[in-house]
């Protein structure tokens, strides 16, 4: 049953290129990372990635629905989370990347990391994707927590 999970996942994804077999090429003989257009299945909200894990921490509720596919971008220091396409959105505050239309995001496939890039939450092929409504409050409180706890310490 993982296996199939994959596969719809590894469909799913690649269905947002230009090219799906050629992106799964490229994930398999490749670097392992593909550029994927956003806009059309799902846009990307980049975040800094302490604030990221900490809201996906929070978005993790037994309250919540599970949360949608999320990405960690270890060299970039980002936090990635996939929502519905949404072109007219805004996403406002310190440090926050919408890609939406007309921009590219570099994801690895579901099912392994590739370099510093790895799935958090892997697309599982549903379809399913994060609720903006709840990464809003999920980042509203993870940034609250943040500034009472103040700056990291240096060693």
Same mark, same amino acid.
Do not use: N
């Given at each position: 049953?993982?296996?199939?999970?994959?596969?719809?996942?590894?469909?799913?994804?690649?269905?947002?290129?230009?090219?799906?077999?050629?992106?799964?090429?490229?994930?398999?003989?490749?670097?392992?990372?593909?550029?994927?257009? +956003?806009?059309?299945?799902?846009?990307?909200?980049?975040?800094?990635?302490?604030?990221?894990?900490?809201?996906?921490?929070?978005?993790?509720?037994?309250?919540?629905?599970?949360?949608?596919?999320?990405?960690?971008?270890?060299?970039?220091?980002?936090?990635?989370?996939?929502?519905?396409?949404?072109?007219?959105?805004?996403?406002?505050?310190?440090?926050?990347?919408?890609?939406?239309?007309?921009?590219?995001? +570099?994801?690895?496939?579901?099912?392994?990391? +590739?370099?510093?890039?790895?799935?958090?939450?892997?697309?599982?092929?549903?379809?399913?994707?994060?609720?903006?409504?709840?990464?809003?409050?999920?980042?509203?409180?993870?940034?609250?927590?943040?500034?009472?706890?103040?700056?990291?310490?240096?060693?």
């Amino acid at each position: 049953m993982a296996d199939a999970m994959w596969m719809r996942g590894v469909e799913w994804l690649a269905a947002a290129s230009c090219d799906p077999r050629a992106c799964k090429r490229k994930w398999d003989q490749g670097d392992g990372v593909a550029l994927l257009e +956003a806009g059309r299945y799902w846009d990307v909200l980049s975040v800094p990635d302490e604030l990221g894990i900490l809201a996906l921490d929070l978005l993790w509720s037994p309250a919540l629905p599970l949360p949608g596919p999320t990405l960690a971008d270890g060299g970039a220091g980002r936090v990635g989370f996939f929502l519905p396409p949404d072109p007219g959105s805004r996403w406002v505050g310190a440090g926050l990347r919408h890609a939406s239309k007309g921009a590219w995001v +570099a994801v690895p496939p579901p099912y392994r990391p +590739a370099g510093l890039m790895e799935w958090l939450v892997p697309p599982d092929g549903s379809g399913a994707l994060h609720a903006p409504t709840a990464v809003e409050v999920a980042l509203r409180q993870a940034h609250g927590t943040l500034a009472v706890l103040g700056p990291p310490e240096s060693a």
